[in-house]
């Protein structure tokens, strides 16, 4: 017989073979097509250096910049996070890219256009402020004001239904007239 503590361990361990696949063909969808941690999907990124040009910013102005863009590998994570923390080799050889490009006397917005070039709008890890992609800017606040507004609006209607059902309305009171005058003249001398 087995016990609950083996049980429960093959268990888990059946599940996480299950799942490891599936979690794996799920993390390879999230970078490059096709592309794998081993920098099978690397695209250079050159342009000729300026005539003239040095270094165009600092090393923390070069991080902001690899901040900005994302790793193709499927980490999902940014260029300078991935270089520095995972066994990946598209992020060293996009480093090395920016580095050129900072030293070829670029700017930041010349080397960001320069990956999107190459690699498309994927390579950003924050879409574009301009045209349709304002749409993944606004839709969310959009959604919570449009909630917030119709939340209010529920709530000022029940409230109005909750008032409504607890006054009696003058025309459903089963009363005679005579009684009705007896009932008001009760209430104006308590009233005074």
Known sequence: MISRRAFLHRAAVGAAAMAAPQALSAQQATGLPGA?????????VRLEP??????SMTPDERDAVERRIACPCPCTLDIFTC???MPCEFSPAIHRDVMALVEGGYSAPEIIDAFVATYGEAILL???????NWAGYLTPFAAIGG??????????????????????????????????ARL?????NDAR
Not at 36 to 44: A, E
Not at 126 to 132: H, S
Not at 155 to 172: G, H, N, Y
Request: proline share 9%.
């Open 126 to 132: 924050l879409p574009r402020k301009q045209g349709f």
């Open 147 to 180: 909630g917030a507004v119709l939340i209010l609006t529920l709530l000022r209607k029940w409230q109005r239904q909750a008032l409504a059902a607890e006054v009696p309305q003058a025309d459903s009171i089963d009363a005679t007239p005579d009684e009705l």
């Open 83 to 85: 270089r520095t923390s």
């Open 184 to 188: 008001d003249a009760a209430l104006r």
């Open 50 to 55: 300026k005539p003239g040009a040095g270094p």
């Open 36 to 44: 794998t941690m081993t920098g099978d999907g690397y695209l250079p």
